[in-house]
């Protein structure tokens, strides 16, 4: 069972480089998160999407972009990657709350990226 | 105000013995959910255990229960006879009313002892 998968898992950039964070889910979740997680500071949502062709913003969302154009993957953009991006991010993804209202959000490994 | 607090940056608990991870929430919404995850060194989330806020009764799973007390807004999250394995960060996170997202506290470390 792949779950929820995030590529790639480690990456070095240089200030002012862009990237992008790709998730993919084979569990038909409507649901899909970007979060980042510093120390002390738990998880913070970035963006999220409730839905294909969906998308809105959480709590940390300046400086990051993000599409879903399949059911199955959310992308996570980095336009102008500062120093204070450095962070671990992780995807996450769950069904509908309205009809599985204790289901949990299954989360990938996690991507650790690191900007210079 | 946060919506989620865990007061204990860290914890060290002797092997074999329960262990009490406090969590308490704000939300003015009557339907919410109340939710905690394990990340060990390893770094991946695991989903533990739900408590709804109109569940009767405490959840449990396994080794793990839940203290709901509604009045007090505490969700504390509790361990039996704990292994070495149990060692990681306990992350508690709430969903109120019919928001999509879920809010994290900032974690307590635990570490268990020999």
């Known amino acids: 069972n792949a779950g929820v998968t995030q590529t790639p898992k480690f990456r070095v950039l240089k200030t002012g480089q862009s990237m992008t964070l790709l998730c993919a889910q084979d569990?038909?979740?409507?649901?899909m998160y970007w979060y980042r997680q510093d120390p002390g500071m738990g998880l913070r949502l970035i963006h999220y999407?409730?839905?294909?062709?969906?998308?809105a913003k959480g709590e940390v969302p300046d400086g990051y972009n993000v599409s879903r154009l399949k059911k199955q993957n959310f992308l996570l953009g980095l336009e102008s990657a500062a120093p204070s991006q450095t962070s671990v991010y992780f995807c996450?993804?769950?069904?509908?709350?309205?009809?599985?209202?204790?289901?949990?959000?299954?989360f990938g490994d996690g991507t650790r990226l690191s900007i210079l | 105000a946060q919506k989620i607090t865990q007061t204990q940056p860290g914890m060290f608990v002797q092997e074999k013995e329960a262990v009490t991870l406090d969590c308490t929430y704000d939300?003015?919404?009557?339907?919410?959910?109340l939710f905690w995850y394990k990340q060990p060194s390893s770094g991946e989330m695991i989903f533990l255990i739900y408590?709804?806020?109109?569940?009767?009764q405490n959840a449990t799973e396994g080794r793990y229960s839940l203290n709901f007390q509604k009045a007090r807004k505490s969700a504390n999250l509790v361990i039996s006879a704990s292994q070495l394995g149990d060692s990681a960060m306990y992350f508690c996170?709430?969903?109120?009313?019919?928001?999509?997202?879920?809010?994290f506290g900032t974690g307590t470390r635990l570490t268990i002892i020999p």
């Open positions: 996450a993804s769950s069904y509908r709350f309205g009809k599985n209202s204790n289901q949990p959000q299954h």
């Open positions: 569990m038909n979740h409507e649901y």
């Open positions: 999407s409730v839905g294909e062709g969906t998308t």
């Open positions: 939300t003015s919404d009557p339907s919410y959910g």
């Open positions: 408590q709804g806020s109109y569940d009767q």
């Open positions: 996170a709430m969903r109120d009313g019919g928001n999509e997202k879920l809010t």
